[in-house]
């Protein structure tokens, strides 16, 4: 069965196929948008746990409220229903089997504007301390089960209005790598079900765990999907961002980077992507972005600090559609540091690289090697079952609750 044309996955372990019932002071009855062929049916006797909703006095006024009156370890999906609007929050989940349930990504978002070179907030023992690229996440994920279903998360730093600012220019950022969702170290089976995650440079962080994004969105120009966590993604549209310098002109080709894996030899599966649409912002010229480059994360071992030698990065592309901006040279190297101390190149050539029966006026040329294929045989082994270690939740149920 390929990764593919064709996905079945009736025979898949599904950890969140079923919504159960809790004792919740809130009370709010979920319900099923039955124009959604793709949602199950859901028993209408299923309460939400809690209800967010910055104009209600019977809800939470924030996301982090509703966190916090979850349990430490539920053993069931936790739902927190979140009303249409704008929430400037950061936030981080400590605690298993939270869904954050949006009004649709249209009507509901979730940003944070922090960015790597940024002071963090509340350090006067160390006010030159910065958020760093992870630390800069509007979600970051720590524990297993988290779903987000219909809702936008983004990192809203405006990296546009700051990359355009001469380098002398007093208001000029530095270290701009602004992360929208980060997997850490604790997350696995982290679904996203028609979510829109935005940003500009490093949006979407991987690094650990099982991922599934499906029927979702995901825009950037610069590394924008990287790390070394699993990360299955489905029908997803995967969005170039446009750059401009200081004098409003485009950005010399390559403007960035689609993805920047980190996977461990040692682990199969990396970045896969299948069924997938590779698109452009307007101003986003032909040819202009790259599919990935090897990220090899400077690591401390017993003889020192260096790029780590074993992340043997994946990005495998399948059945996908690309617009022009692809370029036929798709894959680039990326520097690091050797264990001598000196910077070093990392070869596409060394990672695992890989595209198969894509299509589109991104697509490899014929006889263009410098984009290696699958062959059908080794396409093969890129099921959903084997990605993702037999996890394939159903999909899951739109909620529009009411608050009482």
Known sequence: MLLLAV??????????????????????????????????ALPSDVKINAYVDKH?????????EALAAAPSNSPTPFIIAIAPGDYYEKITITKANITLAGSGADNTRLHYD????????????????TWGTSGSATVTIKAVGFTAQDITIANSFDYPANEQLPEQHPDKKHQVQAVAVLTDIGADQA???????????????????????????????????????????????IETRARRTAEGTSKPAPIGYVTAPST????????????????????VANQSMALGRPWHPTTTFADGRYADPNA??????????????????????????????????FMPEDARFFEYNNHGPGAPHTNNKSRRQLNAQQAADFTAANVLNQWWPNPTPRYYPSPE
């Open 312 to 345: 043997i990065g994946q990005t495998v592309i399948m059945n996908t559609w690309m617009d022009a901006h692809i370029a036929q040279r798709a894959w680039y190297p990326m520097g690091g540091t050797a264990p001598n101390g000196k910077k070093m190149q």
């Open 7 to 40: 996905l079945t996955v009736s025979n898949l372990a599904c950890s969140h196929a079923t919504v159960t019932r809790h004792n919740n002071a809130q009370n709010n009855t979920a319900q099923t948008d039955s124009a959604n062929s793709n949602n199950q």
């Open 114 to 129: 922090a960015y790597s070179g940024a002071p963090r907030p509340n350090t006067n023992a160390n006010p030159h301390k």
């Open 56 to 64: 209600s006095a019977t809800a939470f006024g924030t996301i982090s």
């Open 264 to 283: 461990q030899i040692s682990q199969p599966y990396g970045l896969v992507f299948a069924q997938c649409k590779f698109t452009k912002e307007p101003g």
């Open 191 to 237: 679904l996203f079900d028609r979510v829109r995650i935005t940003g500009y440079q490093d949006t979407l962080y991987l690094k650990s765990g099982r991922s599934l994004l499906r029927n979702s969105f995901v825009s950037g120009h610069v590394d924008f999907i990287f790390g070394g966590g699993q990360g299955l993604f489905w029908q997803t549209t």
